[in-house]
């Protein structure tokens, strides 16, 4: 879903959150840094579960659009090279697979109503910055950050973006929930994690 989004159920960011622990933890990755977005809707959640259909559409069709989940949960469509470079592990590129899981996750069989420009509507309330909340919860779990942190390092151990790791930093410290010590037991390299960026997983 792409666009100015739409007018969706009400959602608090610590419920969407919430939703992306429970993701991790049936996938067993709760002491994984390192989400493997592309292993998890590709290999488990398309090939595996059969709960949707991944499907590739080339650059040309796809247009500027990025990536598209489709209303009834039928197919999430990925734009051919931002597919590509998911799997390579570009940061960019994951957070769209992530958020587009988010928009199968919450947006599935709901009503929907376009926001229109003149519109003021408040963010918990929009398809988008749900979205991008549960992109970022499922990457970069609060659990993992502490008072050492600087977008670099979280850049680092979850794969994201500059951007994707200053805005959640940001976010969980004015929220008061960055650790005052790193917890030494999950310091776990990211090139070594368990589903290292572009490697299949063995599910």
Same mark, same amino acid.
């Given at each position: 879903?792409?666009?100015?989004?739409?007018?969706? #159920?009400?959602?608090?960011?610590?419920?969407?959150?919430?939703?992306?622990?429970?993701?991790?933890?049936?996938? %067993?990755?709760?002491?994984?840094?390192?989400? $493997?977005?592309? /292993?998890?809707?590709?290999?488990?959640?398309?090939?595996?579960?059969?709960?949707?259909?991944?499907?590739?559409?080339?650059?040309? /069709?796809?247009? @500027?659009?990025?990536?598209?989940?489709?209303?009834? %949960?039928?197919?999430? !469509?990925?734009?051919?090279?931002? !597919?590509?470079?998911?799997?390579?592990?570009?940061?960019?590129?994951? *957070?769209?697979?992530?958020? /587009?899981?988010?928009?199968?996750?919450?947006?599935? =069989?709901?009503?929907?109503?376009?926001?229109?420009?003149?519109?003021?509507? $408040?963010?918990?309330?929009?398809? /988008?910055?749900?979205?991008?909340? *549960?992109? #970022?919860?499922?990457?970069?779990?609060?659990?993992?950050?502490?008072?050492?942190?600087?977008?670099?390092?979280?850049?680092?151990?979850?794969?994201?973006? !500059?951007?994707?790791?200053?805005?959640?930093?940001? !976010?969980?410290?004015?929220?008061?929930?960055?650790?005052?010590?790193? =917890?030494?037991?999950?310091?776990?390299? $990211?090139?070594?994690?368990?589903? $290292?960026?572009?490697?299949?997983? @063995?599910?």
């Amino acid at each position: 879903m792409n666009g100015n989004g739409f007018i969706v #159920s009400p959602l608090s960011w610590s419920k969407i959150e919430n939703n992306t622990l429970k993701w991790r933890r049936i996938l %067993g990755l709760e002491n994984d840094p390192f989400f $493997p977005i592309m /292993e998890v809707l590709e290999k488990v959640l398309d090939n595996k579960l059969n709960f949707f259909d991944l499907i590739i559409v080339e650059n040309q /069709e796809m247009g @500027s659009a990025e990536g598209y989940t489709d209303q009834s %949960g039928k197919a999430i !469509y990925l734009r051919e090279d931002v !597919y590509r470079r998911a799997w390579e592990g570009e940061p960019r590129d994951r *957070f769209t697979a992530a958020h /587009e899981l988010g928009h199968w996750d919450m947006h599935t =069989n709901v009503q929907l109503a376009r926001v229109q420009p003149e519109q003021s509507v $408040p963010i918990f309330r929009q398809s /988008e910055p749900q979205a991008n909340q *549960f992109a #970022s919860g499922l990457l970069m779990p609060a659990r993992f950050f502490s008072a050492e942190d600087t977008p670099d390092t979280v850049m680092l151990r979850h794969g994201v973006s !500059y951007q994707a790791a200053a805005n959640r930093l940001s !976010y969980l410290h004015r929220k008061r929930r960055i650790l005052p010590q790193k =917890n030494k037991d999950l310091r776990i390299n $990211p090139q070594v994690s368990t589903f $290292p960026a572009g490697q299949g997983a @063995s599910w």
